[in-house]
Every structure is written in C-alpha cells, then in structure tokens.
C-alpha cells in the first residue's frame, strides 16, 4: 500500500476506533470498548500500517503486567474480608454526619492512591450504600465522596489509577519522586471535595448526627487479611526501593496465588481482562498513527500549541481526557510530550491534568460510571446534573490548583 494510502488508514481506523471508545459501544451492535480496540489494533496489522512484529512491540507490557498484579492484589483484599473491616471502621464515625463524610473521603482517596481507583469504587461503593441507608440518610452526597475522592486520590501515585500507569511506565519517574510531586495536589484536592459536598448538601450535614448504628457482622477470613495486607504493605514499601513498579506487582500478586484458602479461579475472576485488552488494542492503535502520521515535521509543528506550558497541556488534557477518556487521551498526547525538554513536568502534568479531568462529568472516568451503576442497582438515582453541579466547579478548582503547584 503507498504510503499515503496507509496514512489514511491510520487515520481512519484510529478515528473509527476512539468515536466506539468516546460512545462505549457502537450503535446497534454489542460492540464495547474492548472489542473496537482490538478490532482497530488488528485492521492497523490487516492494512500493513504495522507489521505483526511492530504491534508486538508496540504493547507496553510494564503497563500491562503493572495491571494485572495490582487487580490480583487487590482481589485477595477484597476476598478476604480486608475491605469488610474497612467500611466497619468508617462506620464507627456514623454517629457524626461530617465525620463519616471525611472518613469515607479519606479512604476512598488513600486506598484509591495505591490500590488502582476503578477497584476500591467497586469495593467501597455497596459498603457506603448499605451504611447509609442503614442509618437512613441520603447516599448521593456519600457516593459522589467515593467517586470524587477516589479520582483525586488515585491522582497521587503511579499505581493509582490506569493512565498514571502508563504514564510511570513511559516516563521512568521514580515512584518516590512521583509522589512528592502529585501528592500535595491530591491532598489538597480531597480537603476541596469534603468543603465542596459539606456545602452543597448543607441540610443533609446540618446538626449533630444520630446515635451508634447497628450494621451486620462482618465477614472475614483472619489469616487471608493478614497475608494480603502484609503482602501489600511489602509491595507498597518496594515500590520507592525497586524499579519498575511492574516487576513488584506482579511478584506480589503472584506470591498471594500460593494459599489454600482460594481456589485461584476465584481470584481470576476479579480480574478485568476486558481492560488488560482494550490497553493492548490501543497501544497498537496509537503505534500505527504514530507511524504513519506524526512525522517529525507533525510534532515540530505541534511546537506552535506550546505544551510545555503547564496550563496550556492542563487544558489540552482535560478537554481530550473528557472527550475520549483518560487513558486515550494520555496515549494521543504521548508524541508530542517525548520531544519536550522538560518532559518530568510534562508527564506530571498529563497525569495530574487526565486524572482530575474525571470529575468533570459522570462520564470523566470509568470509576464515576461504577458508582452510578451499582448506586442504580441499589435503587438510587445519580444523574447527570446531580453530578454536574458539584463536579464540574471541583474540577475547574483542582486543575487549577494542580497547573499552578506545578508550574
């Protein structure tokens, strides 16, 4: 195929491929995210945009095995009672109403910091909703909590969520250092939901409280809570002494399979292996624009939009990051950060700038989408505005806040 016939195929695929991922599936089909992934990543092999051997190499597989290792991580948690306790913890602090709003704001942002966000909202949400509708209060102000914090929490660390991942992988910042730098923005960007919520559902906060409550007894496994949390307070620790974050999280996760109280199918079925392949797919994507179309000359012009500038890229990434998702969004701009002469900052800024951009919308993120989801399961209604109102002034805040601390 000439050159310039690939270079349209590229284009078209890519755009073909991120319209399904931008809608979540593809009109009158049962086509998800996933599947136009590794369609596109195979049309770019069909249409010799790539060559087998080039989409091998294309998939970062740091990104990959990071993933993995941190949902096998995070399974054992969840399976051994660990986040059981958790929740029985935040519920000491629900005979204050304020209280158990920081207490949920707290852990959902600190577990989401280190645990993979996307996992501690599937955790932590049915936990919330059964301690509120226990006490008979309204679970929107305490979900949208879950939500909000654990995107601005998992904003801090390079396990915190997938993009920053990627972002780790591709730009070799220490773990120690990336938390020194992010780290502050989250903080801050938690005290900012608490003020955020406590204000806009200022009835529901007003007054004392109730008394103590009584929840059910909580379920747990001793020995499998003592296992995984030792074995996850050793990966956290090797993730500032060892490099790369991938090869401690899968030797963790690895090491929790060796256990005679879980069949591993049960750990397995934790797993999201839809993300693990819609990651691959879209690593093959990018490559085959890449190739064909971010020329030297493309990314030299580029230079005109002047992403060197903090609150230029924050822009860039929040607006790209709600038009496509995240973890797109950090896989289109990576080209044009590589040339930059700052690249620590830019690749800072990309994560900062693509995690906060999540708040936005219930759409911004997929942890926003598993709130809503399991709270409408439970018959409690977040729509759009409910979300919008109070999203959309946090976001404008944080990235602010975060395109200033880092500039």
């Known amino acids: 195929m000439p050159h ?6 590229a284009i078209v695929i890519f755009l073909a491929t991120y319209v399904v991922i931008a809608l979540g599936r593809l009109p009158g089909l049962r086509l998800d995210r996933a599947g136009a992934a590794l369609i596109g990543a195979s049309l770019m092999v069909a249409t010799n945009v790539l060559s087998i051997e080039e989409a091998y190499r294309a998939i970062d597989f740091d990104t990959i095995v990071l993933l993995l290792g941190m949902m096998i ?17 935040v519920a000491k602090r629900a005979g204050n109403k304020l209280a158990l709003l920081g207490a949920t704001i707290l852990v959902s942002g600190f577990f989401s910091a280190f645990l993979v ?58 773990y120690g250092s990336f938390l020194a730098a992010l780290a502050p923005v989250a903080l801050a960007g938690l005290v900012i939901v ?50 790369p974050p991938a090869k401690v999280a899968i030797v963790a996760g690895s090491l929790l ?7 591993p199918k049960r750990i397995y079925a934790e797993i999201d292996w839809s993300l693990l392949l819609l990651f691959a797919g879209l690593f093959i994507v990018v490559a085959g624009l890449e190739k064909t179309v971010f020329t030297t000359e493309v990314l030299a012009a580029a230079g005109a939009l002047k992403l060197s500038s903090v609150p230029v890229l924050t822009t860039v990434a929040a607006i790209l990051s709600n038009l496509v998702s995240n973890v797109p969004a950090v896989l289109v701009l990576k080209p044009f950060i590589q040339p930059l002469a700052d690249q620590r900052t830019a690749w800072l800024t990309l994560a900062m700038a693509s995690t906060l951009a999540g708040n936005f919308t219930i759409l911004g993120s997929v942890a926003n989408l598993i709130v809503v989801e399991r709270a409408r399961a439970a018959h409690v209604t977040i729509g759009f505005w409910t979300y919008f109102r109070l999203g959309a002034p946090v976001t404008v805040v944080t990235l602010l806040l975060g395109a200033w601390f880092l500039s």
Do not use: H
């Open 4 to 9: 310039g016939a690939t270079a349209w195929a």
């Open 73 to 89: 991580v995070v399974a054992n948690l969840r399976l051994s009672g660990f986040f059981a306790l958790v929740g029985a913890a």
């Open 117 to 174: 966000n996307d996992t501690i909202c599937l955790v932590l949400t049915p936990l919330v909703l059964e301690l509120v509708k226990t006490l008979r209060r309204n679970p929107v102000p305490y979900l949208l909590a879950v939500a909000m914090a654990s995107n601005i929490g998992s904003t801090a660390t390079i396990t915190g969520n997938p993009q920053n991942m990627m972002i780790g992988s591709f730009s070799a910042i220490p």
């Open 194 to 243: 608490f003020v955020a919520i406590a204000l806009a559902y200022a009835k529901e906060f007003r007054g004392g409280g109730s008394g103590a409550v009584t929840l059910p007894v909580v379920r747990y496994n001793a020995p499998l809570v003592r296992k995984s949390v030792a074995v996850t307070a050793a990966m956290v620790i090797a993730f500032f002494l060892v490099a």
């Open 257 to 263: 399979l060796l256990t005679r109280r879980l069949k």
